[in-house]
């Protein structure tokens, strides 16, 4: 049976011991980090995902916690700010449908980050806000909206933007309930959209467009046959009870409205922060 999920630390869970991996953590107030690091063929091998860093920061529920602890923003802000290129302009892009719930983490916390890139550092310097990065951000849809694929967008606006680095945004799978709505990846590897509900589209990354891509985001749906699975334990004659029927379901809490409203609201603001060092984050929010 196919274990689904976006996050390198559970599928170094289900593979522990193996050559080719690096891992570490460590603890930032109530935020636990985690950094794994797949060194070589190997290491893609035993865990199924491409050469590079994972940061995975656990966090406590958004749905009962606002997310906005300092701790939490400075563990994402500053694992964030080690990815990207000191200089140049930064595209950011929110993955994602607006009109599904569990999918619509990347353009929301797109339209809460902050875009500089039309600001001149003349106007900027006199309004106080001297130091300012470039910022572009978009939400390019998906394909069904635009009947373009979203990398082919990503592409195009890079032509014209010409950015040291592209951040994507988007939803994520996990393999377990029990980290939905508590936990942040961030890759340098880049991201093939819809991959964690099956629906995999052109990959985003260095490799296709070009420039290093930095991908964030939240795990905000389980795999009906991985859930049965994590519930059930490793008893497949059961969890195949869910199938065929229930081989394409995917499972979200019943609180995600609360859940993407607050991880937008996180991942937003951290990432505000990872551009703009040089301004207050209070100003920042008051910026957005």
Do not use: W
Request: aromatic content about 2%; charged content about 20%; hydrophobic content about 40%.
């Amino acid at each position: 049976m196919q274990i689904r999920t976006d996050l390198a630390l559970e599928q170094h869970e289900l593979n522990p011991e193996v050559e080719g991996i690096e891992s570490e953590e460590i603890t930032v107030g109530k935020a636990k980090i985690t950094r794994i690091t797949v060194l070589n063929e190997k290491g893609e091998q035993a865990i199924g995902k491409k050469r590079g860093r994972y940061i995975t920061v656990e966090v406590p529920p958004f749905s009962d916690d606002s997310g906005m602890d300092e701790d939490q923003i400075t563990a994402i802000k500053n694992e964030l700010a080690n990815m990207i290129p000191k200089e140049g302009v930064v595209l950011v892009v929110g993955l994602g449908n607006t009109n599904i719930t569990p999918d619509a983490l990347g353009p929301k916390t797109a339209s809460r980050v902050l875009a500089t890139r039309h600001i001149t550092q003349e106007f900027a310097r006199s309004i106080g806000l001297e130091g300012l990065r470039g910022v572009a951000v978009i939400s390019p849809g998906v394909l069904g909206q635009t009947g373009i694929e979203t990398s082919e967008i990503i592409m195009g606006t890079i032509q014209r933007v010409n950015p040291s680095a592209v951040i994507v945004i988007d939803a994520l799978a996990s393999r377990r309930l029990a980290r939905l709505g508590c936990t942040v990846q961030m890759a340098d590897t880049g991201i093939s959209p819809g991959s964690g509900v099956g629906n995999e589209r052109a990959e985003i990354s260095k490799d296709t467009l070009g420039v290093p891509v930095i991908s964030i985001g939240v795990p905000t749906v389980v795999d009906a046959t991985t859930l049965a699975y994590d519930l059930l334990g490793e008893k497949p004659q059961q969890s195949q009870l869910v199938e065929p029927r229930g081989a394409k379901m995917i499972v979200t809490p019943r609180e995600i409205d609360i859940l993407i409203d607050r991880a937008a609201q996180l991942l937003s603001h951290s990432i505000n922060c990872a551009l703009q060092p040089s301004i207050d984050p209070e100003v920042l929010l008051s910026l957005v």
